[in-house]
């Protein structure tokens, strides 16, 4: 089963075994996460109820990014500046994806 999940303002299509790189998120090395807002869900050609469908990731580590460096010049006026920059970012891998267990509020017995 594959989904598709938004977090740090970027998506992500996620099964099971799978590792991504994404924007920062809390949490030490081994910790598991809930990815909470999937967009789309399903199993080969056919679409599931995304609401329905949970993603649990496990944190493998928190990094940097790759280096960006950022050089500004002008023609014929000697300016020239030169700044980096790497972004954080946590790698996790995809533990789960599958089907929520949800209780319906009040459906004690």
Do not use: W
Not at 25 to 42: H, K, N, Q
Not at 55 to 84: L, P, T
Request: cysteine-free; glycine content about 10%; proline content about 1%.
């Amino acid at each position: 089963m594959f989904a598709v999940v938004r977090t740090g303002g970027k998506q992500y299509r996620v099964a099971e075994g799978d590792k991504i790189a994404v924007e920062k998120l809390a949490g030490d090395a081994g910790d598991t996460i809930t990815l909470g807002e999937v967009l789309l869900a399903g199993e080969g050609d056919t679409v599931a109820d995304a609401a329905k469908v949970m993603v649990s990731a496990e944190i493998i580590a928190q990094a940097k990014s790759e280096k960006v460096v950022v050089f500004k010049k002008r023609r014929r006026h000697n300016y020239r500046r030169k700044a980096g920059h790497r972004q954080q970012m946590t790698l996790l891998r995809i533990v789960s994806v599958g089907e929520a267990n949800f209780e319906a509020p009040g459906a004690e017995e």
